[in-house]
């Protein structure tokens, strides 16, 4: 399974920015998918995901509000649009598909991971 996002870059603080992760080798159906950042000197952390098992959707407080994650089955992508972006949104941003279908947005219970791509809002 590979995973690829796309989609990062600069942007002015309270603008936006949409990423894109598309699989290949596998489907995105079926699992529990999510988008997880990481900070400088921070631990990796998950900012919203989706279990396929019972529907849920998770977001971590911060984000709740402006930042919206979303899959396209067809298209064996998953995306999360990114509003009213701050300085401290200033990551890596990754996505991350689990083996299972209702593991919340627990980082551990995650097994395939893309590259990475980076965030980076200016003040």
């Known amino acids: 399974v590979q995973l690829v996002e796309s989609g990062g870059g600069l942007v002015q603080a309270g603008g936006s920015l949409r990423l894109s992760c598309v699989a290949s080798?596998?489907?995105?159906?079926?699992?529990?998918i999510g988008w997880f950042r990481q900070a400088p000197g921070k631990e990796r952390e998950g900012v919203a995901c989706?279990?396929?098992?019972?529907?849920?959707?998770y977001y971590q407080d911060s984000v709740k509000g402006r930042f919206t994650i979303s899959k396209d089955i067809a298209k064996n992508s998953i995306y999360l649009q990114m509003n009213d972006l701050q300085v401290e949104d200033t990551a890596v941003y990754y996505c991350?598909?689990?083996?299972?279908?209702?593991?919340?947005?627990?980082?551990?219970?995650?097994?395939?991971w893309g590259n990475g791509i980076q965030v980076t809002v200016a003040s």
């Open positions: 080798g596998s489907t995105f159906e079926e699992y529990s």
């Open positions: 989706i279990d396929d098992g019972n529907g849920r959707i």
């Open positions: 991350a598909r689990s083996l299972w279908s209702s593991t919340g947005c627990i980082r551990r219970s995650f097994t395939y």
